[in-house]
């Protein structure tokens, strides 16, 4: 077991070596919809990629989530295979939220032998996540046009 400051030191070290394996500019905040963004997570069994969506507005987070849930075999298909899609997912703290991700299990944050395929696993992850967001992003963002 780590004491907490190991601990941020281990994740700081992480992440600026995943910065330094892939230093590009992820799209993850700037998505350009309120509260809809992609997120890397990692910790000591998995390691996931994420598009949460998580409007204050339930009828907001309904429409982006059902958009993209319409898309769901275009982006199985042609993009993420393994993503898994969530409606309503719960979060440790109660707060109900839509979540789109993929996963890679049996990996760990503490295990620096894992580094180099979590990095790949996200690098190819999120680009692909990336790209199926580009190409659909006016649809997506457009509340207008339901599905």
Known sequence: MYSKEEALF???E???AFASAYPRKWLLYDTKIKDVTFKFYIDNKKAQVLLDIEPKE???RKIYY?????LKMILLDDYLPEAILERNFYLENGKIISRIWVEKLGVSLNNKNYWTEIFDFFNETMS???VFFYEYEEYIKDLEINT
């Open 128 to 130: 692909q996540f990336e």
């Open 14 to 16: 992480f992440w600026t």
């Open 10 to 12: 281990i994740k700081k």
């Open 58 to 60: 339930e009828e907001k």
């Open 66 to 70: 059902e958009k993209i849930e319409s």
